[in-house]
């Protein structure tokens, strides 16, 4: 496991993908999944369908379409793990 992931996954809620990290989060009737690769220090979010959406299929969300909190905690957790949380904000 590349020393990136695995700093993450020491952070809360954050697991392994192989070159990829990844967390649930849950807010109000919101839910997403984040993740990091390490290969090109990229974060992504996607809208992830709730209990009541269950035929939903999950679907990428452009950065300025997440929530301020949401994302500060991502650049917390980046940076709690050593990871450079500006990469947070890098666009594809």
């Given at each position: 496991?590349?020393?990136?992931?695995?700093?993450l996954v020491r952070q809360?809620?954050?697991?392994a993908e192989?070159?990829?990290?990844?967390v649930?989060y849950?807010?109000?009737?919101?839910?997403?999944?984040?993740?990091?690769?390490?290969?090109?220090?990229h974060?992504?979010?996607?809208?992830?369908?709730?209990d009541e959406?269950e035929g939903?299929?999950?679907?990428?969300v452009p950065?300025?379409?997440v929530?301020?909190?949401?994302?500060?905690?991502?650049?917390?957790?980046l940076d709690e793990?050593g990871?450079?949380p500006?990469?947070e904000r890098?666009?594809l």
């Amino acid at each position: 496991m590349r020393e990136p992931i695995a700093a993450l996954v020491r952070q809360e809620g954050w697991r392994a993908e192989g070159a990829a990290a990844r967390v649930h989060y849950e807010g109000g009737n919101d839910r997403y999944a984040v993740e990091f690769y390490a290969e090109s220090a990229h974060v992504l979010y996607w809208s992830v369908p709730t209990d009541e959406d269950e035929g939903g299929t999950a679907a990428p969300v452009p950065r300025d379409g997440v929530p301020g909190p949401l994302r500060q905690r991502v650049r917390d957790d980046l940076d709690e793990a050593g990871i450079d949380p500006s990469v947070e904000r890098r666009d594809l």
